[in-house]
């Protein structure tokens, strides 16, 4: 009898923690790809940050072996019609929100790329998130 008493109450708290929080605790990215690329040149990789929680994160930095240099970056355009992109420190991730990294908005910039990037290649990404902690991704290369 004592068996079984024990194995409910394991069983009572397994079903307990898996029902916190919704059953998602953390940021998820997805649709992640990244412009084809000549060595040499930059190129920028583009995907949706979804925050499910109630808590806010940052994004803290992205980091890749493909280029020289890696960078948050946002694009916008000036008042005389120039387009200017700007290092961005972080990337604030709301609660229950969505961030778009997107052409002519957010990306992550690759300067300096030290190989030809063609279309069904992969670039292993990682983000560091001040919440959720490091993601690494596998990021499939497309066309622009």
């Not at 919704?22 to 949706?48: H, M």
């Not at 778009?100 to 690759?110: A, I």
Request: glycine share 6%; aromatic share 4%; with cysteine.
């Amino acid at each position: 009898m004592k068996k079984i008493s024990v194995v409910v109450l394991m069983l009572l708290v397994l079903a307990l923690s898996a029902c916190r929080g919704g059953g998602n605790n953390s940021v998820v990215v997805k649709d992640a790809w990244a412009r084809s690329a000549i060595q040499g040149n930059p190129t920028a990789i583009y995907f949706l940050i979804e925050n499910p929680t109630a808590e806010d994160d940052v994004l803290l930095s992205a980091s890749t072996d493909v280029s020289m240099m890696t960078e948050l970056h946002m694009s916008s355009m000036d008042a005389a019609g120039v387009m200017t992109m700007t290092p961005q420190e972080n990337v604030p991730v709301p609660a229950n929100s969505t961030v778009e990294f997107k052409k002519g908005g957010l990306h992550v910039m690759l300067m300096n790329i030290k190989q030809d990037l063609k279309p069904g290649d992969t670039v292993k990404l990682t983000l560091n998130f001040e919440k959720a902690g490091e993601m690494k991704l596998d990021v499939p290369v497309q066309e622009p």
